[in-house]
């Protein structure tokens, strides 16, 4: 029932076993609890299973057959000017999903649910939150076609549906904050970022890495030899910069891991990285 704009507090701190999703009619919208500074915050715990297509080479062919990067526990879709605050978000539990031959009918598909998704969503804010039990913490897919770095991957754009710099600052321009992102095979996820570029500040990352069900089967999935596990993961992000500063990272597999053009445009300074998690 909230609009743009509204304040949505949750004053109890109980644990709300549901997909919570803020589109695009709910702009300007917030989210926090009563108190978003304390240790003990309101869950949403939700386990994604629905969002994995496509499945198929053919299904990847149909727009509205795309879904896997709108997997999330809480979903901002389309939406700007979202803040979140104080809540802990849990995905229920790592599940990673893979498909052989699924782009171009020849590239494979490897992604998994997430406890928290921003998906073409710009100006976003988390702050106080906890996420975990997710294969990622959080996944940002900006995908912004019209953005002014859209051209760093001409291959995965529909070149009929652009005019060209029409969206640019649309996306993007996210402040992740004093977050504890934890107990995730990944902590953030970075694809397909191609607008503005997004701060991480405050932030402790830690004990983000496959559990001990899932080291030998990612492994053995398709471009599962691309899984790692850690607290930052990059992906077709070949230029949008981030600002990643004053985080803590302590028993992560990997701290800063780089998948297909990675990029090497961020800001990266005065963090502490301390011992990895050794599997």
Not at 131 to 152: H, P, V, W
Not at 197 to 219: A, D, P, W
Request: aromatic share 10%; hydrophobic share 40%.
């Amino acid at each position: 029932a909230a609009g743009p704009g509204d304040i949505v507090q949750i004053e109890d701190l109980e644990t709300y076993n549901e997909q919570v999703t803020i589109d695009s009619t709910k702009s300007g919208l917030i989210l926090r609890s009563a108190n978003p500074t304390a240790s003990k915050k309101p869950v949403i715990r939700f386990q994604d299973t629905k969002n994995v297509l496509p499945k198929t080479g053919n299904q990847a062919k149909h727009q509205d057959s795309i879904n896997f990067d709108q997997n999330g526990a809480l979903r901002v879709m389309r939406a700007r000017n979202v803040t979140i605050e104080g809540i802990r978000v849990e995905g229920g539990g790592a599940k990673p999903f893979a498909y052989e031959g699924i782009w171009n009918d020849k590239d494979p598909l490897f992604h998994g649910n997430a406890a928290i998704c921003l998906w073409i969503a710009g100006n976003v804010v988390i702050r106080n939150c906890d996420l975990t039990d997710a294969y990622f913490g959080i996944n940002i897919k900006d995908r912004n076609e019209g953005g002014i770095f859209a051209n760093a991957n001409p291959a995965d754009i529909d070149t009929w549906n652009i005019v060209p710099l029409s969206g640019f600052g649309l996306t993007g321009n996210h402040i992740i904050e004093d977050n504890r992102i934890h107990h995730n095979s990944w902590g953030i996820f970075f694809e397909s970022v191609w607008d503005q570029g997004s701060i991480i500040r405050y932030n402790l990352f830690y004990e983000n890495h496959h559990n001990s069900k899932l080291k030998g089967s990612v492994t053995s999935m398709p471009d599962g030899n691309n899984q790692a596990g850690g607290a930052l993961f990059f992906k077709d992000h070949l230029l949008s910069p981030l600002a990643i500063h004053n985080n803590t990272f302590w028993h992560n597999h990997t701290s800063l891991a780089g998948h297909w053009r990675a990029g090497a445009q961020h800001l990266v300074f005065n963090n502490i990285v301390a011992q990895p998690d050794i599997l």
